[in-house]
């Protein structure tokens, strides 16, 4: 059975292993040095605007994603949950976890008063893409990035 909770600092490494382990991790992740982590994972665990979940399977890690609640003035002073670094372990793709973490995510937004969910997925994700139109999201947006 899955259990989606809120990450611990004692999650971090396991959350690391799972975002280093792809095509993109693997080049801008670095699991062997954990201490930027941990002091990202303080910033985020203190935000009351951000959740940084977990799921859990028979005391293991098998999937996170990072919610952070927005609220501005555009679009009639909406509140939005952006999702992001959602990934699932390898070996738990296909199996309909990532479809339960989205749910749980869209839930969540009901909750907290959301009247939109957005994210954003690398261009290269391709399947990730599907999947998403599956679960009725829609590509309205270009995402544009400027690394500094």
């Not at 799972?18 to 930027?36: I, M, Q």
Request: hydrophobic content about 40%; overall charge positive.
């Amino acid at each position: 059975m899955i259990r989606i909770r809120r990450a611990t600092a004692a999650d971090v490494e396991a959350i690391v292993t799972l975002l280093a382990d792809d095509h993109l991790g693997r080049k801008r992740e670095s699991p062997a040095d954990l201490e930027p982590y941990q002091r990202a994972f303080k910033n985020v665990d203190g935000d009351p605007n951000q959740f940084l979940a977990v799921a859990e399977e028979a005391g293991e890690i098998v999937g996170t994603m990072q919610l952070s609640f927005l609220t501005g003035l555009s679009q009639r002073g909406a509140s939005q949950l952006l999702v992001q670094a959602v990934q699932v372990r390898v070996d738990r793709r296909g199996a309909g976890l990532g479809t339960q973490l989205m749910n749980w995510a869209i839930e969540q937004a009901r909750q907290r008063g959301c009247s939109i969910v957005q994210l954003t997925s690398h261009s290269s994700r391709v399947d990730a893409h599907r999947f998403y139109e599956r679960l009725g999201f829609a590509r309205s947006h270009a995402g544009f990035k400027l690394k500094l």
